[in-house]
């Protein structure tokens, strides 16, 4: 199939490249330097990003998987991984609201699991949950559930750390792993798919009552997530409208969106590693802005006679300084190309290394792109401050 307009452009640009393209392509040591120097700004710029990516998608795990209408918190707790409990009678309270069908408590705490085998310690997030009242949207997860109502049984998370063990490999052998998590002796029953996350080496789930016996006396009184299921055909909103005039202030009535964004905006705006992964982006294309300015510079300064020619001519000003935006750009494609190709690759061996998800997604991919175009735009703005000195009086 043939493309007659694209086969022109080609053909053209073949002929008649664009000035700025033959003044880069002119010195391909220096024009294989600034693609190598974007790249590496890209690819700094798509491992922060990716990290903070990887930040947030791992501590939404629980809350994309939930399945629920509505949720209950505390107005304390800013995060799941420093979640305040709330009296389990506020379930009760909450049930006899209009259209509501379930209330259902979730627990969520950390506990010191053992590799079997090396006895070394990782820190393990354990999930808990009636079993006759699911929580999580994981069919693999509950299709084990008979499992975690025997005593001292858990699930374990397929995609945790290497360090809690090879516990995947030898339950599908066939063998029994029994360990110590928080001090106490637990069975693995079954095998299910969470992920793990830059905190946490992994998750186990297993019953309320199991909870109870991991962690003491009192510790399924306070509730961790209220997770509610409103009846079919009656709005959420309306009742968690209905909840939030019939629960005390101290208790937050949000829907699963709202509640992965809480999530979120803590990670972003409270933690050190939002912070810290926005700095390095930033300071990423720092060094791509410095980087292409001195290409771009050095360029203008060693075509500075050419320049001033081309103004004898006729050549306004405006038309040069054109070409040296061009450069830009070209120069933002060109180096884009290699660092989106290297990072991705990157990506994909962390992604396999640590177990935790690093995908590249497109939003990432187009914010570094626009990225990689402005940094070139703005060192060619800085750059054609040199372009203004050409002179023609200079050279005749």
């Not at 000035?19 to 974007?38: C, D, E, N, T, V």
């Not at 299910?192 to 946490?200: A, E």
């Not at 004898?312 to 290699?338: E, K, N, R």
């Not at 914010?367 to 050409?390: D, G």
Request: charged share 15%.
């Amino acid at each position: 199939m043939k493309f007659p307009r694209q086969a022109n452009i080609f053909k053209k640009f073949s002929q008649e490249p664009p000035i700025g393209w033959s003044q880069l392509s002119h010195h391909k040591i220096r024009l294989l330097i600034a693609m190598s120097g974007i790249a590496f700004a890209d690819i700094l710029i798509f491992m922060m990003l990716g990290f903070k990516s990887m930040l947030f998608e791992g501590s939404t795990l629980v809350h994309e998987h939930l399945n629920a209408d509505l949720v209950l918190v505390s107005n304390r707790t800013k995060t799941l991984f420093e979640v305040r409990g709330f009296p389990k009678a506020h379930l009760y309270q909450a049930s006899d609201v209009e259209g509501v069908a379930t209330v259902s408590p979730l627990y969520y705490s950390f506990g010191s699991w053992v590799n079997p085998w090396k006895k070394e310690i990782a820190p393990i997030a354990v999930i808990a949950f009636d079993p006759v009242h699911p929580v999580l949207d994981l069919p693999e997860l509950n299709q084990q559930l008979d499992q975690i109502k025997l005593p001292n049984v858990v699930l374990f998370d397929r995609k945790s750390q290497p360090s809690a063990g090879h516990v995947v490999e030898s339950f599908n052998r066939g063998e029994t792993i029994t360990t110590e998590f928080s001090g106490k002796r637990v069975r693995v029953g079954g095998i299910f798919t969470l992920g793990s996350t830059m905190f946490i080496r992994g998750h186990v789930v297993t019953s309320d009552q199991n909870y109870l016996r991991l962690f003491g006396r009192n510790s399924i009184d306070k509730v961790h997530v209220g997770v509610i299921k409103v009846k079919p055909g009656v709005n959420p909103q309306i009742v968690a409208n209905y909840l939030r005039a019939r629960l005390p202030s101290d208790i937050k009535v949000l829907n699963p969106q709202q509640f992965k964004e809480s999530e979120i905006a803590f990670w972003a705006n409270e933690h050190p590693a939002g912070t810290i992964f926005n700095f390095g982006a930033i300071m990423g294309f720092v060094v791509g802005v410095v980087i292409v300015y001195q290409i771009l510079y050095t360029d203008v300064s060693d075509h500075l006679a050419e320049y001033a020619t081309l103004k004898a001519m006729g050549y306004s000003d405006v038309s040069l300084l054109g070409v040296v935006f061009q450069q830009g750009i070209i120069l933002a494609v060109i180096g884009f190309a290699p660092g989106y190709a290297t990072s991705f690759g990157m990506y994909k061996l962390l992604g396999a290394l640590t177990r935790i998800p690093l995908a590249m997604k497109a939003a990432v991919a187009s914010q570094v792109l626009i990225a990689t175009v402005l940094m070139c735009l703005i060192s060619a703005a800085i750059a054609i401050r040199k372009l203004r000195s050409a002179d023609p009086a200079d050279i005749f």
